[in-house]
């Protein structure tokens, strides 16, 4: 057995490995931890790059893929790319949903048989205040998206981004969960998870403080090298941060495992690593 699938084992690295696509987007969140919109560094991770990574991460024995930017659906690459690491492992893509025009769906489809899910942000039941953080129309595209999406048969998650998870209004949580159930996507693919204090989340003074300690070790892939999570390659003042990196190179993938691993080992026993992306 690998040290790497020993310590998914042993829970102390989570299964999973993240591929950064790119960095561009076509929105500009007020809390967005890599500084995304459409005229940033678009710090592409080449397509075969992510699947020479992938491929290796399947032989030291990692469970799943997560794929993040940036907007990834802004690259007309990326269904195939998502169907290829869902034929291997079960992957997650998270999305704004709003560029899932009838092509992009169209071809979407090969990943309906696979377990892959789409996961898209919804913060709020009411559209303003949804908008508010994320931009006009948001809550238009995304309740238009959905169902397409499920109507055929993509696996579909929502994660909801907020300030203060616990202090949130019961019945504002009620009238959002009430809103996916009505679309068909059941409470364990709804996500609620805190604002990190990166990014422009930090610029605009929003979240909750985010290093080795607070976060659970989960390989980050990137074009500019591997991470400890993937709360880890933020954008500050259009630099990219460093604090969590653990390795410039990321092939062989067992180099930035080994780095991780050491890292995570030095950490003291009990640390709360809580923040998760998902
Ligand atoms: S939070 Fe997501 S959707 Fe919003 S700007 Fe950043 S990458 Fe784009």
Request: hydrophobic share 40%.
């Amino acid at each position: 057995m690998s040290a790497a699938a020993d310590a998914i084992a042993s829970g102390a690295l989570n299964g999973r490995v993240w591929f950064y696509s790119n960095y561009h987007c076509n929105l500009q969140c007020s809390y967005c931890l890599t500084e995304s919109g459409p005229r940033v560094l678009r710090r592409e991770l080449p397509g075969e790059v992510i699947l020479d990574r992938a491929a290796e991460a399947e032989a030291l024995g990692f469970t799943a893929f997560g794929v993040t930017g940036g907007e990834p659906f802004i690259r007309d690459d990326m269904p195939a790319l998502v169907a290829e690491l869902g034929r291997r492992r079960p992957t997650v893509v998270l999305s704004n949903a709003t560029l899932l025009n009838e092509r992009r769906l169209r071809e979407l489809e090969p990943v309906a048989d696979l377990p892959v899910h789409v996961q898209i942000s919804l913060d709020h039941p009411d559209p303003v205040a949804n908008d508010e953080m994320r931009g006009p129309e948001n809550f238009r595209k995304v309740m238009e998206a959905i169902p397409k999406l499920v109507e055929r048969g993509i696996g579909v998650r929502i994660a909801t981004t907020l300030e203060d998870p616990d202090a949130v209004d019961p019945e504002q949580r009620e009238r959002l969960c009430e809103l996916h159930r009505s679309m068909g996507i059941p409470d364990e693919d709804h996500v609620v998870r805190p604002i990190v204090n990166r990014g422009r989340a930090a610029t605009n003074d929003l979240g909750l403080l985010a290093g080795f300690e607070q976060l659970e070790p989960e390989l980050t892939v990137t074009v500019d090298g591997a991470f400890y999570s993937p709360f880890g390659p933020t954008v500050r003042g259009g630099r990219l941060d460093s604090d969590l990196l653990v390795s410039r190179a990321t092939a062989p993938l067992q180099r930035p495992v080994d780095a991780l691993l050491r890292i995570a080992d030095q950490l003291p026993d009990g640390h709360d690593a809580s923040i998760g992306i998902r």
